[in-house]
């Protein structure tokens, strides 16, 4: 069963600690409806199961909750981002669907 349907452009950025994840914060409105129809869905660590198309790729993975960031947070795996040319400071448009 699929969920609501979200599209927004953000900038993808990097974690600076340990590794080189990087990553898309949900805008704060889209995150906070998410919230409040999936929060009590949540798997471990308060995440969100979505399907996500960036571009030519699409695929399913979680949105993590990030309470410095005060939002949803989404990994970009390094496929995706050499598929999709992104690196941090680059603008991507996200097509995500929650899985409920």
Do not use: C, N
């Amino acid at each position: 069963m699929t969920g609501a349907r979200y599209s927004f452009t953000a900038e993808v950025w990097e974690h600076h600690g340990q590794g080189a994840w990087h990553f898309i914060d949900v805008p704060e409105t889209i995150a906070d409806e998410i919230e409040e129809k999936y929060a009590h869905r949540a798997t471990g660590f308060g995440a969100v199961k979505v399907e996500v198309t960036i571009g030519a790729s699409r695929w399913s993975t979680s949105l993590f909750p990030d309470k410095s960031r005060a939002t949803y947070v989404l990994p970009l795996k390094k496929a995706i981002r050499i598929a999709e040319a992104l690196a941090a400071g680059s603008p991507a448009h996200v097509d995500l669907t929650v899985i409920a």
